[in-house]
């Protein structure tokens, strides 16, 4: 008899969170935006309100663009074992399963909210929530018509198969501070070289200002996709 406990895995319901910037309208455009490590949706969403605040001609009313923001299913205190909890969308330990756990989730949610509401999709990810974007599209049900990655990048562990999935989307940008504390202009290169050999290619944006997202380069973002007000 051995005496090395083996490891087994059970699958088991989670409750999970999530934000509305508003409430659901018919052909609503819907923005899934997923928030970085350690932080939560709830005040990721905040951080994105001039998304929603400026609307243009073709959604008309206030409130047809609308923020979705899934919370990672593990929260943790930030210091210590009190005060301030973040999320996260997964760590390198039991990874496969926590990324097919995630894209599971994302796709629920994602049925749950389109099956009454069909419309536009754009996926937006911020630092970690780059790589959970760029897995969901590339391995789940979501088909957006814009995928945003901003301050981060396309995951190397996407599967040809996948990559193809993330060349059929429309519009693909990619985000960077010029002062970007975990990417410098030699690191921005690479990881822009590395999208054009994957033949995944990206318009970039680049402003002014870390790893971050300032209310004026999200308005050059809306600018860009033709959706500022």
Known sequence: MSDEATQHTL??????????????LPGSELWYVLHGYGQLAADFIESLAVIRESNDAHLVARGRRILVAPEGLSRFYLSGTRGTIG????????????????????????????????????????????????RWVAGGAVQPDVLVLWGGTVPPDISERGLQILRTIP????????????????????????????????EVLRFDGGHELPESALVRLLKLLGRDS
């Not at 990417?183 to 822009?192: F, S, V």
């Open 171 to 202: 519009r693909r940008i990619i985000a960077f501070g010029d002062n970007d504390r975990y990417a410098d202009e030699d690191r921005i290169r690479q990881e822009l070289d590395s999208l054009n050999d994957r033949d995944l290619p990206f």
């Open 11 to 24: 699958r088991v319901q989670r409750t999970a969170r999530y934000h509305l910037s508003d409430a659901l």
């Open 87 to 134: 999320a996260s969308w997964m760590t390198r330990d039991f990874r496969d399963e926590e990324i097919e756990d995630y894209i599971a989730y994302l796709d629920t949610l994602h049925e749950t909210l389109r099956a009454a509401n069909p419309g536009k999709d754009v996926v937006f990810g911020f630092s970690q929530g780059t790589a959970t974007a760029s």
